[in-house]
């Protein structure tokens, strides 16, 4: 197998991909496969269930906060955000700190009125923006706390009392944190989760009760919470591989993958700030431990390092489309030795153009 650096859909601990091709051919003795498990047999349910108690405990939540599992991922998100919140007159505060918070944005048109509390817009969201103006009336808050594609991260979370929705997705379980600060979060399953199919929400019982306008189910968090996720046909097979991820999260516990994927990201800047040729994007003080974006000072040699990269079984380093230059995703499934493999190809690349 490669080392598969991509941002998503990324890599998968090897011992969940195990777990997941052995229920493919046979779930648990019930001569079927998980490809084939009914919706709504006890099963599945047993595995929602499951899956709803270690999402909690591993982010040190209550039953006041409810998880639900939507198909549509982040756009989809974004979309039923301002739907379900935001009336016709009101306004909601979101932090423009890149891609997919100006994506996010983008839908509240539609509903009601937007206001950018902070952006880091004109400096091509090099950092997050730390001054905010958040208007006591606003209905919600809405940030990205990991901007995969610009490599930046927020370590401080603002002090309001409006409340927050989260855009975890390119981070969920991968650092404690209160996570009771926020009244909705919600990750995309393909980035430290599981498959792509599969969307995790993780909301306030009180927050989500009271939808601004009539919506059918499959769109209202409050009838999602209390039909168990189970409106029409549950992705089965990426809630399950997520379960078996949070099992490996949960076993492993979030204080270690913490502690590892600070180190993966400390080991990776320090080799890029000592290097001549390559240079971080994100300034310091955002720096993402999840997605470490880079260029390299000498732009027609791109392609040359991405060829090395595979011959040398790394892959997925490419930067986005939008951006260019490169990106190592260190989500949970990436181990330190894996850091260090990437960091001596990116070494040896360098030695060899400057014989
Ligand atoms: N939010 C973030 C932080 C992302 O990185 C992405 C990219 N996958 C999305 C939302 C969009 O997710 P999707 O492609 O599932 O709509």
């Not at 009101?90 to 932090?95: D, K």
């Not at 999602?224 to 949960?250: C, E, G, H, W």
Request: include cysteine.
């Amino acid at each position: 197998m490669k080392i598969n650096f991509n941002s998503g859909p990324a890599a998968l601990p090897r011992e969940v991909l195990e777990a997941a091709a052995e229920a493919v051919l046979e779930y648990e003795h019930t001569g079927i496969s998980i490809l084939s498990l009914a919706h709504r047999s006890p099963e599945f349910e047993a595995i929602l269930d499951e899956a709803r108690h270690l999402t909690l405990d591993i982010l040190g939540l209550d039953n006041s906060y409810e998880v639900i599992w939507f198909q549509g991922g982040g756009r989809l998100q974004f979309e039923m955000i301002p739907m379900n919140f935001l009336a016709a007159q009101e306004t909601a505060a979101y932090i423009d700190s890149g891609h997919w918070a100006a994506d996010a944005m983008s839908n509240v048109a539609r509903y009601g009125n937007l206001h950018i509390a902070g952006s880091s817009a004109v400096i091509r969201y090099r950092s997050v923006p730390r001054i905010l103006d958040i208007p006591a009336t606003a209905k919600y808050l809405h940030l990205t706390s990991n901007n995969t594609i610009y490599g930046t991260q927020c370590f401080d979370f603002p002090n309001t009392e409006v409340p927050i929705i989260a855009d975890f997705s390119s981070e969920l379980f991968s650092r404690r944190l209160d996570y009771s600060k926020f009244s909705m979060i919600y990750a995309v399953a393909q980035k430290n989760l599981g498959p792509a199919g599969a969307t995790l929400v993780v909301a306030k019982k009180d927050f989500i009760k009271h939808t601004v306008r009539p919506l059918a189910d499959i769109l209202n968090y409050s009838v999602m919470a209390d039909k168990n996720s189970l409106v029409n046909t549950a992705p089965v097979f990426p809630i399950y591989v997520s379960l078996l991820n949070l099992r490996y999260i949960a076993s492993k516990g979030l204080a270690q993958i913490e502690l590892e994927n600070e180190e993966k990201a400390r080991m990776l800047y320090e080799f890029i700030d000592h290097s001549n040729l390559y240079q971080g994007i994100a300034d310091k003080d955002s720096r993402s431990k999840m997605n470490v974006c880079f260029t390299i000072a000498r732009p027609g040699l791109e392609q040359d390092l991405l060829a090395f990269a595979e011959s040398m079984n790394i892959t997925g380093i490419a930067g986005h489309r939008s951006t260019g230059g490169f990106r190592a995703s260190l989500y949970n499934a990436i181990t330190i030795d894996d850091v260090q493999a990437l960091i001596k190809m990116l070494a040896t690349f360098e030695a060899d153009i400057n014989k």
